[in-house]
Structure formats: C-alpha cells, structure tokens
C-alpha cells in the first residue's frame, strides 16, 4: 500500500501512549483489550448506543486553515465603546513569554507552595498593585469578573454588617448594566433588596448596609464621594467602589476617601478584551475585613530554613471545610490574567502607567476641546476618558459615518458615548473628529487640532486628584528594559513547575495537554481585539464558533443547548442552580429549596448551592464509596414536598462508576427534584455516557480540566452549563447583549459569553479529535488510571473500585496507614518535589489520600517514572515503619530538599545527599529543584503580610 493518502492523526499526539504500549499496559492488567477492559470499568447500562455525531477529525494543519477562515470574519473595529472594556498593548515581552508560554499558563493552581514560588511571587506583585492603586491594605489574587466580584463585595459587606436588620443594598444608577444584571441575580436568593437610587445623604436609609459607587462613574463622570462616605459610615453603612485601574493612576483611590471594599477589573493593564474575556478582576479591601475575604490571598513566611516564602494563605480550599457555611463558592479564578496584569505594572512601573493614563487623559481633553470647537454640546464636565456628546437626531448619520471609518462608539438615548483608552493615538484623536466634523458639514483642518495640545486644562476636580505615590515596591522600579523584564520573568518561571517538566496528577482536576495548536488562535487580534458589546454584524466569527461548539458539546452531554456565561465550574453549578430555580418557580413551586448533597462532594457543591438559597442535605456514601441508596431514597421522601435537587458527580469524586447512577437521579424525579451533574469528571464519561443519557437535567462542563483550556496556574476557566430541553427557557440572559428567552434567568457574568477569546481551546480540540478521537481519549485516560492503579495497589491500598475492579479515570490512595509512623499524606506530597513530581490531589475527597488522575495525554513511559517515584518513597516509608531511621529526622520530613541545602558545607542529616536529592537515576539526568523548603503554613497564617514586603521589613522579620 503506498502512503498517498497517509494523514497523521492529532489524537495521536494528543494521547500518550503509543499503539504498542497500550498494549503492553491492557498485558499488564490481563486483558485481551481496551474495550474489554472499558467494559470491566463502565456499566453497560450507562453506555451510549451510537457513537457521537461530531465532524470528522482535522489535522492540525487543516484546523489552522480553518479557524483563519472564521476569524477572518470578525471584524476589529477600533473600539471606543468603553463600558468596562478597552483595548490594550500587550507588552510583546509578556505576551511571548507569559501568555504564549506553557511554562505558565500549564501550571496547576499554587497549592504545592514550594514549587510555585515564581507565580506566587507574581500573584503577590498584583495584590501589592491593586491595594497601591486603590488605596487599600490588603487585595486578594484575583475573581472572576468586575461584575461578580462586586456581587462577592456586596455579600461580604452583608455578612460582615453591623445593623443585622439591615437588608438593602443601595446602588448607584450610574452602574454598567451588566453590573447590575448580575448584582440583581446574587441578591435574590439571601433576602438582599437591591436599591437604585442616587448617592446622597437623604436616601441613606435604616434599612440599608452597603452602598456601591462606580467611580469614575457609568457615564464617565468624577465625584468626590468623601462627604458621601463619612455620613454613610456614621449611619453603620458601608461603601463598596467599583474603581477603574488605570483612571486611579490620576484620581484620588477610593481607599482614600473612605471605601471599605474596591473592586474593578484589571483588563486595562495589558490584557485583551477577548470579546468578553478572561481577564482578572480584582478585590482590595480593609485589614478588618482580611478573614472574610472571598477568593485566593498570596501570603508572605518562611521555609524550613528561615528563608523568604511565599504561600496561599487563610482561604486555601476554604470551601472544603466549611462547605455551605463558606463566604463565597469562588474555585478556579483568573490566576494567569492576574499575573500578566502585574507583570504588566512592573514593566511600566509607577512613571510608566502614569504616561499612559495621562496620555489618556489628555487625548480625550483634546478630543473634547475639539469637538466643542465644531459646535458639539460635549455633556460631561468632569471625566478621566470618557465623553459624552449630546448629537439628536444625528445619531444615525454619525452612527452611519463611525461605521465607514471603522470606530465603534457607545450610543445611547441620542448620546455618544467615546471612551479613550492605552492604544488611542493623536491620529485617532483626528479621525474621531473628521467624523464629526463630516456631519455637521464643516472642514477640518488638522493645524488646528495641533494648535490645541497646549491649551488644554483640567478634567479631573481638584479634591479627586491623585497625590499619594504608588508602585513604589523596588520590584516596579527595576524591571524597565526588555532584557531585564525578560529575565525577570524567567527567573520567577523557572521557580515553577509545569506541565513542561513532569505530569501533574491531580485527581478532579484533568490536567491533560494543552496543544499548542489550540492555543495558537488565541493571541490573534481578531479574537482579542473585540469588545463584548460589539455589533452583532462584526462578530460573526465568534457567533459561528459559539454555535458550533454549543452543538458539539450539546451532542456530548446529550442535552438540548448550552450557555456559555459562567466563568468556571463553581459559576456554572452557580448557574445551573438557579436555572432550577427558575424551573421551579415557573410551575410554582419555588417553596422547593432542600438540595441532597453526597458526602464525597466537591466544596464548591454546598457552597454553590448555598449561595442559590437552598438547604443543603448531606447523602450518606457506603463503604464502597457509592451513594447510600437508601439513605438517598430515605432524604428524598422525606423531604418531596421541598426538594429542589441533587447535585452529583458522575463518576463519583471517588473514581467509581456508580451502577445506580440510573436510579438515582430516577429517585429524584419521583420526588419532584432536578438532577445537577458536577461535570469535573466529564472525562471519564465522552462518547461512553452522558449526563444526559444517564438522566440528569443540568451539568457545567470544566473547560479547562476536560475540554484542554489550562489551567494557567489558578486560572482562567470556563465553566458552560448544558440543560434538558424542560430547562432551555431559563438559561441566562444579558442585558447588553439578548441572548435567551423572556423566562430566562438573569446574568450570572458580566459578559454574554463568558471568557469568550478561550473557547478557541475547546473547539480546536473537537474539532482536531472527532468523536471517535473523543472516544479513544475517554478510553486511554481509563487505560492510564488502571495501569497506575494496577502498579501500585500492593504499596498504597486503592480506596473503592467498581463491581469489577475496575476504577474510572482516577483512583485514591490510601495513606493513613503511615501516621502511625508519623508520616503524613503532606510529607509523601512533599518528597514527590524532590522526585520531580507534583503531588496528586491531597486529601479530597477523602482526608489522608491522593487521587490521582493520569489523563490519556501522559506517555507509558512518564506513567512508569511515576509510579517508580511512589513505590521509592513507599520503601522510605516501610524503613521508617522498621524503625531503621528516626520517625522526625528522616528524609520525608525534609522534604523538598533545595540546591542550597543539598550543596551545604554542613550535613549532619541521617541520610546522604544522594539520597535527598537524586534517589532514582532519571533525576541525574532531569532534575527540578524545589526552590525553597518546606513553607510554614501556620506562621503565614497567624502574622498575615499580603503585599510585597519592603527589604528593610523583610530583613527584621
Ligand atoms: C474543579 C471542580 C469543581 C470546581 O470547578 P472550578 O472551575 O474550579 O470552579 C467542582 N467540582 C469538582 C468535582 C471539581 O473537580
């Protein structure tokens, strides 16, 4: 046969083990083969009947091809639409070396301190930046959106309020719409009345705990809201701003005129807007606050050695312990859009950000001086970047003549709206005013408008101008040049380790390839370049990708449609339950608000569900890690006149295919509930099952664990639920943009589509797998789970299995054993570092274990490497176990073992330094080296520093 028409296979790459090392592998667990062995692990009344109907598989070249063709059909237009969204320079140095880079963005979130200094040290310049920028003590690393993190806001700020009676939130008028929308759809469920009024002193009323200001405000205008804050804090009521990043470099930050919370996005420093995102949004707030602050805060201790470290301090996997009690459901966050954000601080540092938001300023000073010239009523007396020009019934030829040009500006009620930002040039200052000067039939003449750069005067009332310095931290005044920015980058990347060094076998988390082909479209301008709130007519590119991937994932799931508005899971579960509740209410019976949760859940479960009003009741789970039936059939019954739902995770959080999975969401129908699917394990069910086969009616999807977004370090993700055709109704709407019914659900993000630019990662996957690929990966990734399972079994006993044996794509190690030594599961986590390896996920779902989860992506080889590494630090645990060395001074409780301890001149250690540091041979020829010892927690915990420590401070402590 001749190779004409051979054509290499994505899936080939995109899998791990070769054709005749699965082989090997399916020998090893003594089957003939995979469909076998899937037969053994997947119960045959779970699986699908057909095969998925997906479009056949492109290679990576023709899926290049054919994605050019669909961005090609978006139009960048130059963006002055504002309204929380501006376009950017993204410093090449950054974008190459942080965005593009996988020794970035492939990073799991830092949990694993020791070997994620460089991102934590990153995460910790951001939080240093917003709380400089906004006038704060202390900011977290990052949420979701400007939208939701204000929601977070306005729920603290309620938790925390002094007057316990107080229920209404008062809100200015002057608020983006989409801020709003979701503000109005996180009130709801906890009893809080959202009140639009103006911000003076007579409506500060009993009732009322917090009031929110947008500053600048929606329109574009700047007040001094000092007076404001001082008689609302006297009133017990406290005072949440939605401050824009760039415009705080100029104006007085609101942490100085008396705001509690601050929140806003980070997008302008250097991150595309990505036709909605992700981007960071960021959260400061006051020392007094720093315990209920929702998300990740990076904190400054110390290692074993006293050195210098950093951890994620208080919230880490808050919502794991305190499950429904928890303060906020917030998970995966936007990590890597934060890091570029601070990255993109210190390259400028304070005199550069400065330049750009004068520049700024003083262009739309120009453009205002200009417009007036030509006899425009421009409205707005205050501003930083944004005018407003009043033009009647000439909005339609203006409209008609930005479009010619290629502008798209902000219309509304007969009003302009023009916002300026990073990119805006004096020669786009003159095409802005060509355009204008067009309409009222006037010549321009462009002498004119360089005669006025020196005659402009002030925008910005006197008591809103900024005096206090910011960015003053060495770390944004060091890095200017591209050589030293460059190395300053890798030097934090090189602290890190990434999927570019080893497999990270974290169960629940899928932390499979990211190709580089996927990733390729993402930093083209034609996703990045577009503002959310486009014309619909220049977005067709993205409509075409948005459709076709709610086909393919609809087909996936076996479920009706899809919507793509949540930013992560826990937003999707977030989603899900309040399109139930929807649901509900729409058959009235919104008295159902009793939700059964497994045991075994993920924290983010009872959170989520928490924050959607209901009561959470825990199911119980049998010796074998399965749902207890009975104790399921039991709660239902119970409580059928109020049940609302089940949230469960299919295959469980204990890597089991349940074989009553069937019957149990049968269980909840009977009972009048809704079944919520936790999607998180979605790999192990592609092309065999779905969620809705099986009989759920709500599932979010993890993009970035199943579909190959990465993680990023923490972030972004993106999280799209898929509903049964009963629930289609009730997906969310937006109030910019419509994109669902007239039942359908307030928003849940503040963009239509979510982190839009990044579904270009998940369509590129299925469309460079095809449903068999799908399929085969699906196959692989249980192949990978029970090979590991198969190899380690006799040195860590395998908590649960399916009826044959079988675990699904991740199984739990059992570890509890060994504290009867004193080894902990934290010191095997520990060791693996000094191996090369990131630890498997810790102590979830049950405490004391690893799960691990291989993925299809990892080679037989990398499977073995890792094995070895377990089944060595095994045999250091049975030495310890034989009382051959102390339980306290031994190499687990070491571990990691940096270069600068292995290379002392001191070593009074009772094992060698080959030993700490080279115990297998693969590591002399690639070896990791943890960058500091083992963090303290607890040190971190007690004395909180959450901003970059000067030297001086550092030097004391
Ligand atoms: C990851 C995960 C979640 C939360 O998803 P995020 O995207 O991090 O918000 C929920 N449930 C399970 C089982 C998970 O593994």
Redesign the pocket.
Known sequence: MSNVFYQEKFQDRHNGPRAEEAQEMLSYLGVQSLDQLIEQAVPSQIRLKKSLALPKALSEKAYLAKIQRIADKNKVFKSYIGQGYYDVTVPAVIQRNVLENPGWYTQYTPYQAEIAQGRLQALLNFQTAISDLTGLEIANASLLDEATAAAEAMFMLYSARKNKTANVFLVTPNIYPQTLDVLQTRAVPFGVEIRVADLEEANLTEDIFAALIQYPAADGTITDYAAFSEAAHDKNITICAIADLMSVALLTPPGEWGADVVVGNSQRFGVPMGFGGPHAAFFATKEAYKRNIPGRIIGVTSDASGNYALRMALQTREQHIRRDKASS????AQALLAIMASFYAVYHGPQGIKDIATRINDLTKLLDKALQELGYDQINETYFDTLRIAVDDHVGALKAEALNNELNFFYHDGIVGISLDETTTFEDIETIVKVFAKIKGKSWNDVELRSMVDQLGSSIPAEAVRTSPYLTHPIFNSYHSESEMLRYIKSLEAKDLSLCHSMIPLG??TMKLNATTEMLPLTWAHFGGLHPFAPVDQTSGYMQLINELNDWLSEITGFAKMSFQPN??????YAGLMVIRAYHESRGEEHRNVCLIPAS??G??PASASMAGLKVVVVKCDAYGNIDVADLRAKAEEHAANLNSLMV?YPS?HGVFEESIIEICEIIHQNGGQVYM?G??MNAQVGLTSPGFIGADVCHL?L??TFCIPHGGGGP?M?PIGVAAHLVPFLPNHEVVEISGEQGISAVSAAPFGSASILTISYAYIAMMGGEGLTDATKTAILNANYIKARLESYYPVLYAGANGRCAHEMILDCRAFKSVGIEVGDIAKRLMDYGFHAPTVSFPVAGTLMVEPTESESKAELDRFCDALIAIRSEIAAVEAGEIDQKDNVLKHAPHTAEIVSADEWNRPYTRQIAAYPLPYLKVNKFWPSVGRVNDSQGDRTLICSCPSIEEYAEA
């Open positions: 459901n917030i998970c995966t629940s988390c992560s899971g826990a937003q999707g579960e859940a993920h983010t479960n995770t959080t936790d998180a394990n993890n970035h664990k993700g999280g």
